[in-house]
């Protein structure tokens, strides 16, 4: 249907690495890609990324056909030019916005393991109506009502540029009981057939399993979605109430999903990878290094980093405001070799701008250098040991 060649280089048991050739470039898998929401993975530049070796990012259709629309970007040469990013991009479909605006607020809930979560807002009424048709909406910028089907969420990417493009799917939430699910799904489903219809040009088309937590609606989906011609497959929607049934739902539908790069959709916690990649995931994303940044938390390596303090510390914390030490001496990003954790705590205290960009940038360099490591342990066929290291 698109451009895209895909091809598994090593195995480590279900673990894989692969070869993913797309318009713009081939990337090593698995790999995790920054979250460049709005064009732009926030606080650091497209030369940035590039330095310290990111390889894709995955931007929000839902937010560039609001600002600055896709009209302006398709006129100012697609999204590649527009952003100066010469190398593979993907774009969702908008789907995530109608659980975030909609049983997201109804539920007070992310798309993940709310037991992990404080509850520490109230509920609020849905923004966004769902028909077979259509999601309706207001625009978060200026109230405006919106809609987007299948076929204009497909026609927007077309006009954006991407090299993969995500089909419009409903994305449910942990708390939607069974019977929901199983109508939304139906739904999902035929809105794929509508995307594949409307599909014109060679960008990578990717299919979208959804179905909750439910054995038997996770694996009619996964084989509905690979049935049909699709690129390339995600794996999205509510994946349960703990990791466990995060687990459960990759070992149901991955083996479903034969031959094409598999993506995991919203996960990018540390133990979560390697689980995933274990199951046979390969492309990730999360928006969380950039997020933790600007909220002053520090990714690090073990022994300092491990899972009960989940791999980051709170660096704008009043304990290291005359602590001269980088903030992992085990990392070698230029941040590290030349910042002290006092002077990004004092660019915090003192509300500058510069503390976003550090901290970005290292927190971003985190996950690229832990995807390269997984690569290479499964070349190895040492994943396990990998796993055990970090995990302990």
């Not at 999204?79 to 995530?96: E, I, V």
């Not at 790069?261 to 046979?280: K, N, Q, S, T």
């Amino acid at each position: 249907m698109g451009y895209l060649k895909f091809k598994i280089t090593s195995q480590d048991n279900k673990a894989r690495t692969g070869e993913l050739k797309l318009r713009h470039g081939t990337i090593q898998t698995p790999e995790l890609m920054p979250v460049a929401t709005k064009a732009t993975v926030k606080a650091l530049s497209a030369d940035e990324l590039i330095e310290m070796g990111a390889q894709l990012l995955i931007c929000n259709t839902y937010h560039l056909m609001l600002q600055p629309g896709a009209d302006v970007i398709q006129k100012l040469g697609g999204l590649h030019k527009f952003m100066n990013w010469n190398r593979p991009l993907l774009t969702d479909s908008g789907g995530f916005q109608a659980f975030s605006l909609g049983l997201g607020l109804e539920h007070v809930t992310g798309k993940y393991f709310p037991e992990e979560g404080k509850i520490t807002k109230k509920p609020e009424k849905s923004t966004v109506k769902i028909t077979d048709r259509a999601l309706y909406f207001r625009s978060i910028y200026d109230n405006s009502h919106k809609s987007l089907s299948p076929e204009l969420s497909i026609k927007i990417q077309e006009m954006l540029g991407a090299d993969m493009i995500l089909v419009l799917d409903e994305c449910t939430s942990p708390i939607s009981g069974k019977k929901y699910v199983a109508e939304s799904l139906e739904r999902t489903h035929k809105w794929a057939l509508r995307c594949i219809k409307v599909h014109k040009t060679d960008q990578a088309l990717v299919g979208i399993v959804q179905g909750g937590h439910w054995q038997d609606l996770r694996k009619k989906s996964a084989e509905f979605i690979a049935s049909q011609p699709f690129d390339s497959f995600a794996i999205g929607g509510s994946l349960g109430r703990s990791k466990k049934d995060m687990h459960n739902i990759l070992e149901w539908t991955v083996p479903l999903l034969k031959d094409k790069p598999i993506h995991l959709l919203g996960i990018g916690v540390v133990e979560d990878l390697f689980e995933a990649v274990e199951r046979g995931i390969d492309l990730f994303d999360c928006v969380s290094p950039t997020r933790m940044a600007r909220a002053g938390y520090a990714y690090v390596s073990p022994p300092l980093g491990n899972v009960k303090n989940k791999f980051k510390y709170k660096l704008k914390s009043a304990a290291f405001a005359h602590d001269s030490k980088p903030i992992d001496k085990n990392c070698s990003c230029k941040i590290c070799q030349n910042y002290s954790r006092a002077y990004i705590n004092h660019l915090f205290k003192a509300n500058e701008l510069l503390a976003y960009t550090l901290l970005s940038y290292h927190n971003t360099v985190f996950f690229v250098n832990l995807m390269k490591d997984i690569r290479e342990a499964i070349t190895k066929v040492k994943l396990t040991a990998l796993k055990k290291r970090w995990l302990k």
